[in-house]
């Protein structure tokens, strides 16, 4: 009969023996409004990897006057079984800011649940809903760096934080007045695509597709717009890559990740 002893070495090689074959590197993140007004979370991994992700810290911020807030965390499979994400006590407000931690800690290798990630692709791993409506971000500042909050990922205990890519001087605006209606279809895409909105009011409109860099490459201007809007997008000249479509009106801004591929 095996002792206590023994069953724990013999279950501590076989994970070193699972994980022993994966390849581990620098996981970016980025968040983004979907079409319902809900926050999801994205993980961009640098290289192939089925083992274990061990943890997860990322905050949220936005501003407290909004008086917005954040509802249950909502996981689908098979990130909820290889990286189960909670809040890391509640939302805290502090000079006009408003912040909420959450923490991720994994016990499944994924090839045993089984699911692997992709280099280059991005894996939604969490999506909350919002009541209000406010400019959220994903942050790494002065708050996060006190209150040891800073996005961190390890992979095999490993420490391998990337960056926060996306639109993170605007954030994303989400909640009750974020849901626009606002969808790119394909996408992705590598050639064409068709921006369309389904606006509740008559009101200017500014669109602008910006390139990672920042920069903008294409535009176009809707005075007066309503109803639903239809407007075509050619991307066969751009380079591959993530672009974020930005449609800013008098009220707010809502933006849309797009791939041209």
Not at 8 to 18: E, G
Not at 174 to 185: H, I, R
Not at 237 to 255: F, I
Request: no cysteine; glycine share 8%; net charge negative.
């Amino acid at each position: 009969m095996k002792t206590p002893f023994l069953r724990k070495s013999a279950a501590l090689l076989a994970l070193v023996a699972a994980t022993a074959s994966v390849q581990a590197a620098d996981v970016d993140i980025t968040m983004a409004a979907n079409n319902n007004g809900q926050l999801e979370v994205k993980l961009r991994p640098s290289a192939n990897f089925d083992g274990m992700v061990s943890s997860l810290v990322i905050t949220l911020k936005w501003d407290a006057s909004s008086e917005a807030h954040l509802g249950a965390i909502q996981q689908d499979q098979p990130a909820a079984t290889y990286l189960p994400i909670s809040r890391s006590g509640g939302e805290q407000d502090d000079a006009g800011s408003r912040y909420q931690i959450f923490v991720g800690f994994g016990m499944t290798p994924m090839q045993w649940v089984p699911t692997d990630w992709v280099a280059g692709q991005e894996y939604t791993v969490m999506t909350i809903p919002v009541t209000g409506t406010a400019e959220f971000s994903l942050v790494n500042n002065t708050w996060t760096n006190l209150n040891n909050a800073d996005y961190y990922l390890a992979l095999g205990g490993l420490d391998e934080t990337g960056t926060i890519y996306g639109d993170i001087t605007t954030g994303v605006v989400a909640g009750e007045a974020g849901a626009t209606g606002l969808s790119v279809v394909p996408n992705p895409t590598d050639k064409a695509t068709l921006v369309t909105m389904e606006l509740r009011k008559p009101q200017d409109l500014k669109l602008d597709l910006l390139n990672a860099a920042g920069q903008s490459v294409w535009k176009d201007v809707r005075p007066n717009a309503s109803g639903t809007l239809r407007i075509p997008l050619d991307m066969s000249s751009l380079d591959k890559g993530v672009y974020l479509l930005r449609v800013q009106s008098a009220e707010r801004t809502v933006t849309q990740r797009v791939v041209k591929r």
